[in-house]
């Protein structure tokens, strides 16, 4: 397959980027993505140029690292998978595949294709935990019954890998589907009830104060999500808000 | 002045589903002008001169539009600024639909709309009552409102509005329950009220606007 992509290039964060054209041919349908980029950054070496920079970790589906926004959507035309997992079978010979990097104010570009995407992080530490003792008698979590519904719809929550596609796919970077999750997956369980009040509270604080924008329920999150995180989760963080706002 | 960014959307739905609260009204008092002439004139009359509509409900319903331009604004521009870099390539509709993604536009000819119907109707109602402070006369409205729409291009402008304005409800009134926290086996019940009552109330505007231009009142 040949191919010609049109890469976003950037030397730094304080650098002024651009696209650039590479056209790239022996890719196979059965390559990943990312395989598809080390090909091209294999052939970038041996010509002596500065090989395209991008994340990427565990390259199953897991971590979250990976991103890229390809042909105008995060992760690519495929639904419910990452980058890693999308294959150029998914394209035709002859196409031309734009790769951009996730676009956010808040997710700053460090260089190519490698963006910032600790704000993440920093919403998930103003809240996005229990505080459990943990010193030598630590009740065993399965000690407390939790019904299946709750148990179910805390883990899909849980599922969400924090890696950034629901701000990139929205028309507004805003972060709530992710801060949704974030909550959600403690708002169902008895464990998350202590600290459920600071928890929402905590945390949109938190992502307002990254500069992400707000949610106008078009729902190109959840399209996009790798996880299939649900709209559900950011109703739910707003019923969180709402009466942990109530509560004062 | 509200900070957070999920008060300010709650702001949002509140005054919109407010605001589509009104227009429902406002339809029932209308459709009177094309069914039953003397209904529209006596409610247009109560309407105008009943203190409580005048002096507090007015005043409500004008705040509403404010609160919810300005709030929507305000939304609007951060989150312009959330992406400070833009996409050389973005796909929007591989994942939203149009008019969830461009509220700000049918909400914009909308509001244009809000200031031509004040020109036509509200500004004329004032000067009569408060600025010649012509006498009451309870049987003047329906000829009002008909002569309005004798020229072809209000008509057309009004219609235009009416489109948009369905486009903005389809999105805006479902979309306010969610941002209320409300997703869940109401919610595809909800969608097909979103859907049919954004296409029922402006059509039913529309037809109105085109019956009183081929029905004028004629000398």
Redesign the interface.
Known sequence: MKLTLKIWRQKDAASKGKMVDYPISGVEGDMSFLEMLDVLNEQLINKGEEPVEFDHDCREGICGTCSLQINGEPHGPDRLVTTCQLHMRKFNDGDTIVIEPFRATAFPVLKDLIVDRSALDRIQQSGGYISVNTSGNTVDANAIPINKHDADEAMDAATCIGCGACVAACKNASAMLFTSAKVSQFALLPQGQIEATERVQNMVRQMDLEGFGNCTNTGACEVECPKGISLENIARMNREYYSASLKG | MI????????VMALSGLFLVFFLGQHFVINITSVIAPDTFNSWSHFMGYNPLVQYLLQPILIAGVVVHFVMGFI?EL???????????????D????WV??N?LISGGVVLAFIALHFYDFWLPEIAYKYIESNPEDATRYHAETVHKFEPIWRMVLYIIAFVLLALHLL?GFA?SF???????KYTPTIKLVTKIYAIAIPLGFVFIAIYHHLNPITH
Do not use: E, F, I
């Not at chain 2, 591989?94 to 639909?97: E, G, I, T």
């Open positions: 900070k957070s960014s999920l008060a300010r959307k709650v939304l951060q989150n312009s600024k959330a992406r400070g870099v833009r996409y050389v390539k973005y796909k929007g591989a994942n939203a639909s969830s993604r509220m999105h979309s969610q941002t209320m926290g409300v997703n869940n």
